[in-house]
């Protein structure tokens, strides 16, 4: 008989049940880095963040939250996410392709263009009728308020589906012509009319008014606003596409020269106060001994990137934001994937680990 008193063997435990914790955690995948995008305006050199978006569509590990943008900014921030509500990443860059190719065909000045590559230009002609906006208001110069641009929106961006479907988050500015306060509409609200108040300027077009109050360009006020990014997102890495160098090796001397670097003075004003005020409060939470609060935590894990236009003769002239001309556009947005490629090449592995700019040397 058996020996009923023996004790019998302990079960063997199968290979999962002894898995650690550690080894649970190393068969998830490493997360997708997510990035912010704050986007530049700047009339047809927009067609360069065009390029650099394009450059960014490339990478199938990098994944978008916010973006926001003014003018320019603006309808590559919208056209982007159309374009991604309707087919990802292709469907962007499609999109993308599409909107910037029409304002080659469509929009004033085209063909106005004389010379090739970086000696591109208006020609005579075009300069004249250009010069004429300083002299006429809009109601004189487009009395019936005809603007190109709304039938190319309303053609390409199905705003119903991107208000209830966006998958981002929008952050369009304009800002209101009576107060100078600045507005931001979000994509749950976004309407045609708001993207064009976005990138109303007031010397060519008639404001855009809504809900009673007229609206000018938003760069006048935010160009782009980047605190949306700050405060409404979850991501904390921030990309900075500028259109407008943050540094120009001569000092202008003519007449043209200086209105020319007023009117660029006036659109990056209030960007780059708000980006020294964000430099400067990151300095402050870093040196402190001891930080608990939540602003000191969010700014000390902000992590800032950049692409910009420094040394491109083609974004350093002011005339060049009408050139809407396709081969132009064209031109801008190689540059623009160039920037970019050099950037996710030389910098690109800091996202999620570090800035790759430093706020106070470049701000402060």
Not at 262 to 271: C, D, G, W, Y
């Amino acid at each position: 008989m058996p020996d009923s008193s023996a004790v019998p063997a302990a079960p063997q435990r199968s290979a999962p049940a002894r898995s650690s914790w550690l080894t649970r955690l190393t068969r998830h995948p490493k997360p997708k880095p997510k990035l912010n995008l704050a986007l530049q305006g700047g009339g047809a050199h927009g067609a360069f963040t065009w390029g650099v978006l394009d450059a960014l569509l490339d990478q199938p590990d990098l994944e978008f939250e916010g973006i926001s943008g003014s003018s320019a900014g603006a309808m590559n921030a919208v056209v982007f996410a159309h374009g991604w509500m309707k087919g990802g990443a292709d469907g962007a860059r499609q999109g993308l392709a599409d909107f910037w190719n029409e304002v080659g065909r469509q929009m004033p000045w085209q063909g106005a263009a004389h010379g090739e590559g970086d000696a591109m230009g208006l020609s005579p002609t075009t300069r004249l009728f250009a010069s004429w906006a300083s002299h006429f208001s809009p109601s004189q110069l487009n009395p019936f308020a005809l603007n190109p641009l709304r039938t190319l929106l309303e053609r390409q961006i199905d705003f119903a589906r991107l208000r209830s479907s966006s998958p981002f988050k929008l952050f369009i500015g304009a800002t209101q012509a009576n107060t100078g306060k600045l507005r931001i509409f979000r994509e749950t609200e976004l309407t045609v009319g708001m993207l064009l108040a976005s990138a109303c300027l007031p010397k060519i077009h008639h404001p855009v008014e809504i809900d009673g109050e007229p609206y000018w360009d938003g760069g006048y006020s935010a160009n782009p606003a980047v605190f949306p990014l700050f405060y409404e997102c979850q991501s904390r890495n921030i990309l900075l596409v500028l259109l407008s160098p943050l540094q120009h090796d001569n000092t202008p001397h003519s007449v043209q020269e200086i209105e020319a670097r007023v009117s660029e003075l006036t659109f990056t004003a209030h960007f780059m106060r708000e980006m020294r005020m964000l430099a400067q409060a990151t300095a402050f939470a870093g040196h402190a001994w001891l930080n608990w609060g939540r602003l000191d935590r969010r700014l000390r894990s902000m992590r800032f990137h950049m692409v910009d236009s420094s040394q491109l003769a083609l974004l350093q002239r002011t005339e060049t934001k009408l050139l809407a001309h396709g081969p132009f556009l064209e031109l801008l947005r190689e540059h623009g994937r160039q920037r970019a490629g050099q950037w996710l090449a030389d910098l690109g592995a800091s996202l999620g680990q570090r800035s790759s700019i430093d706020l106070q040397q470049l701000f402060m």
